[in-house]
C-alpha cells in the first residue's frame, strides 16, 4: 500500500486545472497546476511519480467537469494509470466532511485524490469507449440532444400558435405533425388561412403527411382560423403578422433539427451494426431501433461490470437502502446514480416488454394486483429486470430467448396468450391506482390504504410482519415463481 500514488484533479474550464497528489495515508507529497497539453500532463505524471517504485500505477481522480475530464483521462489511461471519474455529489460530500467552512481548488483537489482511500469500493476504473463503441456513443448522444431540441421547438410552436390560433389543440392534438408544421410555416396568420383554397390547403396537408391526412385536417385548420379571425377580429392588441414571422421561424429551426436528426440516426444505425453485429441487444423485449444502440453505448464493454447487479446499479435504477437496526425499510426511490438517458429507454422499454415476455409480465402483474404499485412504480420494477437481462445477453453474446414462467421458450403468439390469461390487470385495479382524472369518470377513486369491498377485488389478508397483504383472485398455490434471469 505504501506504493499508491493517488492523484486528485480539481479541473477549471477556463482556469488551469489544480493537483493534488497524495501517499496511501493520505499525505500530500505534491501541488502542481497544469494545463490540458502534454508537455503540462507530463510535468505531473512525473511529480507524482517521485520517489515511488518502479511501476507504480498513478491513481487519478476527476469530477465529469463539462469535456475537460476527457483530455486529463486520455492522457493518464493512455499512460497505462486508472482514473476514475466520480459524481460531484459524492464529491461535496466529502469536502464537507473534510472542510465545512472553506472551499479553494486546492481543498477541492486534495479531496479527490482521499476518495479512493474512504470510499475504496464505491469507485470504479474508467474504461474509455474505443473503435465502433466510441463512435456509436457519439452518434447516440447527438440523436439524444437534437430529439431534446425537436421537443423543445414544438413547446415553443404551439405556445405561439396558440395566440393566433386559440382553438388550435382541437386541430393538433397530442404533438405538432410535420403537416401541421407545412400549415404554420406557410399560413401562420390566421387571416391568410382563411383566404386559401380550400385545395390548396388538402394537396400541402397530404403531401406533408405522406397521404396519412387531408381534407378532414384541412376543415379541422379553416375552422380554427375562423375561429380565431371570430374571437379577435381586428384588435391591435394582437400583432397577427409578427407573430406569424416568429412562427415561420420555429418552422424553418425545426426542419433544420430535423434534416440533422436524419443524418445522424443513419449513422447510428451503421455505428451500432458495427458495435453489435449480432443485434444482441435487439433481441431484448421492448428494445428497439432506439434503445438497442443506447443500451450498447451506455453499457460499453459489458466485462467492466462485475454482474447483473452491478450494471442495474449503475444505471440507477436500484432503489436506495434504509437500515437501522433491526429496521429495513423497502420501497426506497431509486438512487437515479447512472445516465439519465439510459434510465428513460429502458423504462420505456419495460412498458412494451411487459406485454410481450411473460416473466417480465409476471412483475408487472405482482407490482400492481399484490403489492399496490401505480403503473409508473411497477414498470421500474421492470426496468430493473430488464436491465439484468441486457447484461447477461451482453456478457454471453446469445441472443435473448422469451420464456414462460417455468422457464420454456415460447413463441411470441404463445407468449402473448399467457400473459393475456394469467398476468392482465384488471381494469379495477388499475384504474385506483390511476391519479389523473377521466373524462367519463372525473376524479379518479380515492385510496383508503388496501382496503376495497367493492365487486371481485382482492381483499386483505392476514397481517404479516409489514402489514397487511393483498391475495390475488388466483389461488396462492398457482402463484409464479420467482421470473428467470
Known sequence: MSDRRLVGVDLGIASAHTVVVTDAEGTVVARRRCRPIRESLEAVEAAALAGAPEGTRLEVVVEPTGVAWLPVAVFFVRRGHLVYRVSSAKAAALRRFLSANAKTNSIDAETLARLPIVDPGG????????????ALDRRVRACERLTEAQTQRKIRLRELARQLYPSIDDVIGGEVSRCDVAVLERWGDP????????????EVIAKASSGQKGADHAASWRQAA???????????AVPFEALAAEI???????????AEHKGHAVAREDAYKAADPDGLARSLP??????GPLLVASMGRPGRFRDAAAFKSFTGLAPRAS??????RKGQPMSKAGPGRLRHQLVLSANTARRLDPQLAAVY???MVERGAHHTKALCVVATRLAERGWVTMARGEPYVIRDIDGRPVDPA???????????????????RRSRKTKAKGKAPHHAGRRDTRGDLPQPSSSGPNGPRVKTPADASSRPNRPHS
Open 365 to 367: 402483474y405482482t407490482q
Open 191 to 202: 387571416r391568410r388561412l382563411a383566404k386559401v383554397p380550400h385545395r390548396r390547403l388538402v
Open 414 to 432: 404463445e407468449a402473448k396468450a399467457i400473459i393475456a390469461e394469467r398476468y392482465t390487470v384488471p381494469e379495477e385495479i388499475r384504474r385506483r
Open 226 to 236: 375562423e375561429d380565431a379571425l371570430d374571437l379577435y377580429g381586428d384588435d391591435p
Open 286 to 291: 421492448g428494445v428497439a431501433a432506439i434503445g
Open 123 to 134: 469507485v470504479r476504473p474508467l474504461e474509455l469507449p474505443t473503435g465502433e463503441l466510441a
Open 248 to 258: 415561420a421561424t420555429e418552422c424553418r429551426l425545426l426542419r433544420a433539427i430535423w
Open 323 to 328: 437500515e437501522t437496526g433491526d429496521t429495513d
